[in-house]
């Protein structure tokens, strides 16, 4: 796993999980409004595991955080009619991201979780039938272009992801793979419920009052077991 870190000192503190708040920020009252998490989950390949990571993540990070979290969630798992989530097909992947930029504010962070099959600067997309598509490391950076200076967190879990963090670079992003650029990652069998990187997130996350960078310690460590 690989974890590149490019923060501005505002982001230090607004990224614990256990919701820390800025030294400028106001004390939290009673009735302070939470700040969001816009938590764009995106399962771009049709078998369980690839759905199984980004939903049940959106699901933990409700129980706990402290951000009042957004669930925006496309895959492309069948399902029965009507569909439980959009297929994420290349529009509906650029009307999320747009939306989670528009609606996010100063306080908030966008967390873009994706989980497919991958090669190296790429990402795989598949949809029913269909043949794979490539998302390249090109395409993926101008669709998270409307998040700007949004304070962002990017996770990929596919093989050779760590091969995307070049193109995927900005000043407010965390971005974080689950693998080398020269490294497959495990668990993506037909059968399996998660890959190896997605059940060691719901583990690290399931403790509350952590940072990411603690978080994705555990999971590092857990995924190197």
Known sequence: ????????GMLACALWLGGCRAA?????GPSAARPHLFYVGLALYPESWS???VVELADELHHTTEFDVVPMIASNLPSGSPRIYPLADAATITSL???AAERAMPNDVVFVH???HGGRGLLASKIGNEPPTIISAATLAR????????RTVIVLSACYSGSLIGALRAPSRIVITAARADRSSFGCAADSRHTF???AELEAFDQRNRSLHQVFGMIREAVAR
């Not at 400028?24 to 939290?28: F, G, L, N, Q, V």
């Not at 669709?143 to 949004?150: I, K």
């Open 143 to 150: 669709e998270l272009a409307p998040l700007g200076e949004h």
């Open 51 to 53: 759905q199984n990571d």
């Open 197 to 199: 990187f997605g059940g």
């Open 24 to 28: 400028s920020d106001p004390p939290a």
């Open 114 to 116: 994706i989980s497919t």
């Open 97 to 99: 991201l747009r939306t």
């Open 1 to 8: 796993m690989m974890l590149h870190r490019c923060l501005a």
